[in-house]
């Protein structure tokens, strides 16, 4: 039986973290082709923090809001005449874009191209820092047993986004070196796992050596320390003054110039985002002296994430949860995601 009011937490206006209410909400009514999920655990992402402090407008800026788009759970209630292969109670993650599905990209199977009206679940619409959530059901992911709630929470952005950059748009190969930056960064983490499942040599960054030590556990080879030394030059050191055939990028800022300089001749960035900044130079010079591409990657498609869900259920891949707070607490993740004291994934757990 689903109630008609569920615990959730909200914000009714831009700022810091205490913004966010933890407070009685009306559980949402899936409507025809939704579905109705029963959240027990919903993860922190960085765009969460921008869409809270008014970086960009969710919901088209209507408040009230309800953040997050990465949750475990179990399906519960579909709309009327709406098609699903799933029975009620299975446990399920689920694609958190919501594309048009009609646009010329998204015809031709790009939906994280969508060019009319894309969005994110928990940034454009309501999401999961609630007991439910309601979304298109055909965008739901069965759970392996082995893949419990929080896991299955920490998974759909960091192992999707990072997939889709490597597989799809970085085309790495094995035998090849990689640099991914930023390794305590949820897309890292994954990152570093996909480039040693395809066989690649993986070099990673990061501002304190604990971290490093972390990113050596899920199989980075070799590891740099960005506030000793410059990684530009540490890399052209280590690789007699090669480079890297491919770069994973996502900080932005001088971290846009800095990862084309790694580059040997012929190689490659992809670049997800710009945590740090939008704003870039881009030397030339190297680009067309070099032969380099740089690459832009949009989040994941829905693929991606069913062909990896068998690989993190047989364990080849690990999500990396650092903490786990009570939905209640979710203002104080908030806090604690912003400090960047964490290595792995932020998650706030449902109770009912």
């Given amino acids: 039986m689903v109630p008609k009011q569920m615990k959730a937490v909200i914000f009714e206006q831009y700022g810091d973290a205490d913004v966010l209410k933890y407070t009685d909400f009306r559980v949402p009514t899936p409507e025809r082709g939704e579905a109705l999920v029963k959240v027990h655990a919903v993860s922190l992402n960085g765009y969460d923090l921008m ?48 594309p048009c ?64 950059m490597l597989i799809d748009r970085g085309n790495v190969r094995a035998g090849e070196t990689v640099l991914v930056n930023s390794a305590s960064s949820g897309v890292s983490m994954a990152a570093i796992q996909i480039c040693k499942l395809a066989g690649a040599y993986v070099y990673t960054t990061s501002s304190t050596d604990w971290k490093l030590e972390r990113a050596k556990d899920l199989g980075a080879d070799e590891v740099i320390n960005y506030t000793n030394v410059d990684f530009v030059d540490e890399i052209l050191k280590r690789t007699k003054k090669r480079g890297v055939d491919l770069v994973v990028e996502h900080v932005g800022g001088d971290f846009l110039e800095k990862s084309i300089r790694c580059l040997t001749r ?87």
């Fill in 51 to 98: 869409a809270r402090a008014g970086r960009y407008k969710p919901n088209k800026g209507k408040f009230p809001h309800i953040l997050g788009g990465d949750f475990g759970g179990e399906l519960v209630a579909l709309g009327p005449q709406t098609v699903c292969d799933l029975p009620m109670g299975t446990r399920v993650t689920s694609w958190w874009i919501l």
């Fill in 101 to 164: 599905g009609s646009c010329e990209q998204c015809m031709a199977g790009h939906h994280n191209r969508c060019a009319s009206d894309y969005r994110y679940l928990g940034a454009h619409e309501h999401g999961a820092y609630a007991q439910y959530v309601k979304l298109p059901a055909n965008h739901l992911i069965p759970l392996p047993d082995t893949v419990t709630f929080e896991q299955a929470a920490a998974f759909p952005n960091a192992f999707g986004t990072a997939w889709h």
């Fill in 266 to 352: 012929g190689g490659r960035v992809v670049t997800v985002g710009g945590t740090k900044s939008y704003d870039c130079k881009v030397p030339v010079n190297y680009i067309f002296h070099k032969e380099l591409q740089i690459i832009g990657s949009n989040s994941a498609t829905k693929h991606n994430l069913e062909v990896m869900m068998p690989l993190l259920g047989a364990g080849k891949l690990k999500t990396v949860i650092d903490r786990v707070f009570p939905l209640q607490e979710a203002a104080d993740a908030h806090r604690y995601l912003e400090s960047g004291k964490q290595f792995g994934k932020v998650v706030l757990r449902v109770n009912h």
